[in-house]
């Protein structure tokens, strides 16, 4: 069965700090993995993608990390924000054409000033 | 270009009535999705159509969940009756044919069973 596990399941940091989000997966076989953003009362929107030949993939002070041997993925913010608080969501996708999408629960991320 | 609209944005109902939800995706976007996303958690398929056909409705309790997409656009979600667990919030999202490309969500509606 397509599993996606994340820790830690709610964080909070000090505005400024760095922090990293945890995603372990059991998708077979693997497409790709995103990470989205979900701010309170909003749809998810994507923060990156990665495929299975990369390793690492930034968008701004986002930046994902991938190993495709250990099925494990992370999302590394530097230098938070207030509006960094949200809900962080990992998706992978198995196969291809329709894609079948396996959601974690999600890391509930606080920034507090 | 303008994003996946829902409507409505909130609903509050009693158990065992019934509730409809409508979704216009993106233009141009042939997959459709419905997601059922419980307070603290991922969201999770219910049914998936590309174009108006249906590809995956595994996870939709089809007893009394049931969504159309007539003519590849719009699409209505529909619960009847409702349960107390049907509190929710159900996403949309669409996104174009091809491996990689990316889902576009709404913003969702939050329907409350009372």
């Known amino acids: 069965k397509n599993q996606v596990e994340q820790s830690p399941q709610s964080l909070i940091i000090l505005e400024g700090k760095n922090c990293t989000l945890q995603?372990?997966?059991?998708?077979?076989?693997?497409?790709?993995l995103r990470w989205y953003k979900q701010d309170t009362g909003r749809g998810p929107v994507s923060l990156t993608i990665m495929t299975f030949s990369e390793n690492t993939k930034s968008n701004g002070r986002y930046t994902a990390t991938l190993d495709a041997d250990t099925k494990q993925s992370s999302l590394h913010i530097t230098a938070s924000q207030l509006s960094d608080s949200a809900s962080y969501i990992c998706?992978?996708?198995?196969?291809?054409?329709?894609?079948?999408?396996?959601f974690g629960k999600g890391t509930m991320l606080l920034v507090s000033p | 270009e303008a994003g996946v609209a829902q409507s409505p944005r909130y609903k509050i109902i009693e158990k065992r009535q019934s509730v409809a939800f409508w979704c216009n995706p993106i233009?141009?976007?042939?997959?459709l999705y419905w997601y059922q996303q419980i307070l603290g958690q991922g969201p999770k398929l219910l049914i998936q159509?590309?174009?108006?056909?249906?590809?995956?409705d595994s996870q939709l309790p089809k007893d009394r969940f049931s969504a159309e997409r007539l003519k590849g656009v719009d699409s209505t979600l529909k619960i009847q009756p409702a349960k107390l667990e049907d509190s929710a919030v159900y996403l949309c999202?669409?996104?174009?044919?091809?491996?990689?490309?990316?889902?576009?969500f709404g913003p969702g509606t939050r329907l409350t069973v009372l």
């Open positions: 999202a669409s996104r174009r044919t091809g491996d990689y490309n990316e889902q576009f």
């Open positions: 998706v992978v996708s198995a196969g291809s054409g329709y894609s079948t999408l396996t």
């Open positions: 233009s141009g976007h042939a997959t």
């Open positions: 159509f590309q174009n108006n056909g249906v590809v995956d």
């Open positions: 995603c372990n997966y059991t998708v077979s076989p693997f497409s790709n």
